[in-house]
């Protein structure tokens, strides 16, 4: 399965949501900036899209609640072993009744991997980040702090928030 990003203003992407009505598209807001998602088996319909490959996944997302970017560039040599050890570490969102759908994302084009989680809502979020299960065990993977996988990161990692404004 392809998934697919493309950003912009909020105006633009309205616009764009609007012209392909007929495709599953999510539109989220951010601090800045709109994005919008979709995931085909087809080519992207965006003109300029941010080009994934899905890993791992669970549920479906929905035009509503509280999503989660954690963005992790990684060293091309350390792909395999960074993909094991994260589809490992995220199974255990199948059992947050929070959760409503997650993508674990290898990055086309780029070496930036994407973890999208969509949440109930923003105090949903906080309660998992603030859990001993994250603190122990997902976190050090996710940030790139555990040592397994510490040389990986090319950069650090970088987590961005959105709402997804409800459909009306």
């Not at 969102?93 to 993508?103: E, F, G, M």
């Not at 050090?140 to 459909?167: H, R, V």
């Amino acid at each position: 399965m392809n998934f697919y990003i493309t950003s912009g203003t909020p105006d633009f992407m309205e616009k764009l949501i609007a012209k392909n009505h007929k495709e599953p598209l999510i539109l989220l807001h951010g601090n800045g900036n709109s994005v919008v998602l979709h995931e085909s088996p087809k080519k992207s319909i965006f003109a300029v899209p941010r080009k994934f490959e899905v890993l791992g996944e669970m549920g479906q997302f929905e035009q509503k609640g509280y999503f989660t970017f954690y963005n992790m560039p990684i060293l091309s040599d350390g792909r395999p072993l960074f993909e094991k050890t994260i589809s490992d570490t995220i199974t255990s969102l199948k059992n947050d009744s929070t959760v409503i759908a997650y993508r674990f994302l290898r990055p086309i084009k780029e070496d930036t991997y994407l973890l999208i989680i969509q949440w109930v809502g923003p105090a949903s979020f906080d309660v998992w980040k603030n859990s001993q299960n994250y603190k122990e065990t997902i976190a050090p993977i996710l940030e790139g702090k555990a040592s397994i996988i510490q040389s990986m990161f090319d950069t650090s990692f970088y987590m961005t928030t959105y709402s997804a404004p409800p459909k009306e």
